[in-house]
């Protein structure tokens, strides 16, 4: 079986671009390895969890594309299965861009990144997004209570894909809460 997300991310543009600067060998490599990148396991589970944003990008009718910011809470983007995440999605800049864009073409690209460890997992994904309103189930599952802020869709992300991706150029950052905890350490508290 071959993987999936070479399969959906390595057109023949991009194959011959690999061959071009001598690297289709490793291209071939990692369209063969034999890891299910369609279910995600518990390593991919945990990495979800414990993250408090991401990056969704979507493609536009005219073909440009637009990348958001998505955060909230540790936590709020969760596993519903081993193929789908959803989240609450809160009232923001009221631009629906992605919104707008995934009504024409569900597709999307997502980015989870762990600087402090340098780690990123890269999703592809179908996004459905659902009036608030018509799953209120569905509300209750995602939305956080704690978290103060209008819940005006659920959006769930159906994965079709995954890749983990090299650290070699992620610089580590780290929130304010990170720093306390790192700092407490070093003071023996």
């Known amino acids: 079986m ?6 959906l991310t390595f057109s023949d543009s991009v194959k011959s671009v690999q061959e071009e600067y001598g690297v289709r060998s490793s291209g071939e490599r990692l369209e063969q390895m034999p890891i299910d990148d369609r279910q995600l396991s518990p390593r991919e589970s945990d990495f979800i969890a414990a993250r408090d944003s ?3 990008a979507s493609v536009g009718e005219g073909g440009w594309p637009y990348v958001q910011f998505r955060g909230g809470p540790i936590g709020f983007l969760r596993q519903m299965d081993s193929r789908t995440l959803g989240y609450a999605d809160y009232r923001g800049n009221r631009q629906y861009i992605t919104t707008g864009n995934v009504r024409a ?4 690209a997502i980015i ?7 780690m990123r997992l890269k999703l592809m994904a179908r996004m459905e997004a659902r009036e608030a309103a018509d799953c209120p ?4 599952k995602l939305h956080d209570a704690d978290y ?3 819940v005006e869709r659920v ?3 159906h994965v079709e894909a995954f890749d983990w991706n090299c650290p070699q150029h992620i610089t580590p950052r780290y929130t304010v809460e990170q720093i306390r905890e790192i700092t407490d350490l070093e003071r023996g508290e």
């Open 2 to 7: 071959s993987r999936r997300y070479t399969e």
């Open 54 to 56: 991401f990056y969704i």
């Open 105 to 108: 073409d569900d597709r999307v």
């Open 112 to 118: 989870l990144m762990d600087y402090p460890n340098r």
């Open 137 to 140: 189930e569905l509300v209750e």
């Open 148 to 150: 103060k802020a209008k």
């Open 155 to 157: 959006v769930l992300l």
